[in-house]
DNA sequence: GGCTAATCGAGACGGTACGTCACGTCTTACT
DNA sequence: AGTAAGACGTGACGTACCGTCTCGATTAGCC
C-alpha cells in the first residue's frame, strides 16, 4: 500500500516563516506598524516577496500569529485564592501588558487596524486575548463563589477602564489596579446572591 | 497715527478650508479612513495639493478640525435632574456616538491612528471630547449631591466599559446602557461620603 | 560542474524599453524637448514610471539611445572617389540632419541641455555624432591622398559653419553646401604636403 | 498749468529692475540657468514675484537684458592694422568670451533655450551679440582691403568652429587662434580679387 | 535516476500616493 | 498704478511601496 500525503512538490520552508514572524516582531518595536510594510518585512526576514504574500494577505496576519500566544502568557494570572487578589493581579498584567510588552503593543496596532479594516477586525474576533483572559479570571472567581453575572458585559466592565485609559494616551501610572478592582467587585456585587 | 494690520499678502481662503473639511468628512464615509489620502482630499475639494499641506500636517488634522465640533454636540446631555438618568443618557447617546456617527467614525479612526502616530496622539490629547463630555455629566453630578471621587478615574471607569466593547467590535445591542450607569455608581459609591 | 548564468530576478523587458524608446521619438516631435517629462513619457509608454527611472537618470539619456542610430546612420555619406563631392555630400547631409530630420532635433536639444548640465555633457561626449562622422569622411579622404592635419581640428572646421549656422537660427537655405566644401579644402589646403 | 505727462500712477521702479538683473547675474553663475526659476530671481532681488512677470516673460529675456551689453563689449576689439592680427584677437576674445565670462554663459544659455523655444530664438535673433560682433571686424578688414564676400557667411564661417567646438565641450585650450584666423583667410581669399 | 510540481530568492513590472517645488495668477494693504 | 507679500489651483518632480509577474534554483514525492 502507498502512503500518499497528498502532499506534492517542495514543501513549506520553516526557516522561511520563522525569519518572517521574527522580522515583524522586530520591526514592530524598532519602526513601528504604520510604516511598517510588506517589502520591508520580506527584505530583514531575506526571504522573497512572493514567499510572504503566498502564506499571509496582510501585515496584520502576519503580526497576529507573531504575538499572540506571547499574550496569553503575559496575560495569564496564577490563581491566589482571593478574587480581590486575583482581579488585582490580572489588572496589574493588563497595564504591563497594554503598556510596556511587544505583544501588547501588536495588540494595539491590530485593534486600531481593525477599525478601517473589517479583515483584520474579522480576524482579532477569533482570538480575543482580552476578552478570554478576562473571561477565564472571572470564570476561576465564579467557580470559586463569586458570582460576576454575564461574563461578556463583566469582562468589559473589567478591562474597558484600563483599556481606554492607555488607548487615549493617558499617563499609566495613575491607574490603581487594586482600587479598580475593589470597584469593579462593588459594581458587579448586586448580580449575585 | 499708522494703521498696522499686521496682514500682509493674500488672505486665507475660507471657501478652501470648507472645502477641505467637506470633502473629508465625505471621504471618510465614502472610502474610510485608511483609503483617505491627502491627494484624494485635495482632488475631492477642487483644491491644490499644497494648500492642504499649507494648513494641515496630517489627514488626522484635518479629520479632527472636521469632526470635534460634531462630536461634542452629540455628546453633550440635557440634565434630567437624576444621576441615574443622567448616565444612562450620556451612555446611550455614547454608544450611539461611537457606532452610528460619522463624527464617531472618525474619532475611531483618529484613536487607532494615535496608537502608532505620537503626532496624533499629541493631537486628541488637546481635544479629548470623550474625556470632556463625560467630566461635564460627571462634574454636574457633583454639583448636584452624587460624589465621583477622582474625575478622570471615575470618567474612565464610566466611558471605559462602551469604549472597548465597541472598539474589540462586538455587538452594540448586547450593551445596556441603564444597567451600566447603575453598575457604575455603584463602583463608585463609597468614594463618597 | 555548475552552470552559473549569474542571472538573477525577473529579467528586463524588452517590450518596456522599446515603448519608452517609441515615445521619446514621439514626443519631441509632438511636444519639443522642454515639454517632454519624465511622467508623460512613462504615461506614453504605458510603462511605470520608476521603470523609466530604472533603467535612465535623465530625458536627455534616453532620447541619445533613441536617436544614435539613427543620427549615424543619416550622416554616413557614400564615397564618390572625389574629395569636393565627398564633402559637399556631408555638409548636405549635415544640414538636413540638423533641420529636418527627426534625429536632428533630438541632437540639437542634446547639445542644448548639456550647456547646463553636466551630465548630458559627459554624456555627448561618448556618442559625438557629428564629431565622428565628419571624421570617417575626412578620414577616407585622408587614405585617397587629401591630407587636412589635425583630424580634430578639421572636423571642427567643417562642421563648425554649419552648427553654427543653424544653431543660431539663420535661414538653412542660404548656407551652400559646395561652396562650403571648396573653402574649406582651402583652408587646410596648405597643412599638406 | 500741470504738465500732463501721459504717466499716472506710481511709476516704474528702477531699484526693482536692477535688483533683478543683478539677481539673474548672480543667480546664472551660482545655480545655472537650468535651475535658475523666476521664484528664486524674485526672492534673491527682494521683489515681488508679480513685479518680474509685469516687465520680462521669460528668464531668458531678462537674462539678455542683463549680460547684452557686457557681451559686446568683450567682444570688441581695437584695431591693430593688420587683418590677420585683427582675426587673431576677435577669435581668442571670442573663446574667452564663452568659456570664461559669465555674458558667454548667458549666452550659451540662451542659444540653448532657443533651440526648443520659439521665443527665446526670436529674441536672440534680435542682439545677435556673435553675429554682430564678428561682421565688425570683417567690415573693418573690409574698408582695409580685405574683402570677404558674402558678410553672414564670412562670419560664420570665422566664428562656426570655435563656437561648436566649445559648445560640443571640447577643450578650449587646443584651439588655436592664430592658426583658425589664417585658415581663415585662406579659405575666403579666392572670395576678392 | 529522471520526472513532476510546488516553493524558494531575486528583482522587474504597471500602478499610485507621497511631500516638495515652481509655475503663472490672484488678492490683500501699502506707497 | 505699481509694489512686496503670500495664498491660490496646477502639475511634474523623484521616491516608496503596492501586489503581480517572471526568471533560475531548490527540494520534495513519485515512477
Redesign the pocket.
Given at each position: 500500500m502507498?502512503?500518499?500525503?497528498?502532499?506534492?512538490?517542495?514543501?513549506?520552508?520553516e526557516?522561511?516563516?520563522d525569519?518572517v514572524l521574527h522580522a515583524v516582531d522586530d520591526l514592530l518595536l524598532e519602526v513601528g506598524y504604520a510604516?511598517m510594510?510588506?517589502?520591508?518585512i520580506?527584505?530583514r526576514?531575506?526571504?522573497?516577496?512572493?514567499?510572504?504574500?503566498?502564506?499571509w494577505?496582510?501585515?496584520a496576519e502576519i503580526l497576529l500569529e507573531a504575538s499572540v500566544a506571547d499574550a496569553q502568557e503575559e496575560l495569564a494570572v496564577p490563581p491566589t485564592g482571593s478574587a480581590l487578589n486575583d482581579l488585582t493581579a490580572y489588572l496589574q498584567a493588563l497595564v504591563t501588558f497594554l503598556t510596556r510588552s511587544p505583544a501588547g503593543v501588536a495588540y494595539r496596532a491590530l485593534i486600531a487596524a481593525a477599525q478601517h479594516d473589517t479583515a483584520v477586525a474579522t480576524l482579532i474576533a477569533t482570538s480575543d486575548v482580552l476578552g478570554a483572559s478576562s473571561r477565564a479570571v472571572l470564570t476561576r472567581m465564579t467557580g470559586e463563589g463569586t458570582h460576576v453575572g454575564d461574563l461578556d458585559r463583566a469582562s468589559a466592565l473589567l478591562v474597558g477602564p484600563v483599556f481606554y485609559w492607555v488607548m487615549s494616551g493617558r499617563d499609566p501610572l495613575r491607574l490603581q489596579a487594586a482600587d479598580l478592582a475593589q470597584e469593579f467587585l462593588r459594581a458587579v456585587a448586586v448580580d449575585q446572591g
Open positions: 502507498v502512503t500518499t500525503t497528498g502532499q506534492v512538490g517542495r514543501p513549506r520552508s526557516q522561511a516563516r525569519a510604516a510594510t510588506m517589502k520591508g520580506a527584505e526576514a531575506g526571504v522573497g516577496r512572493q514567499t510572504v504574500y503566498r502564506w494577505s496582510h501585515k
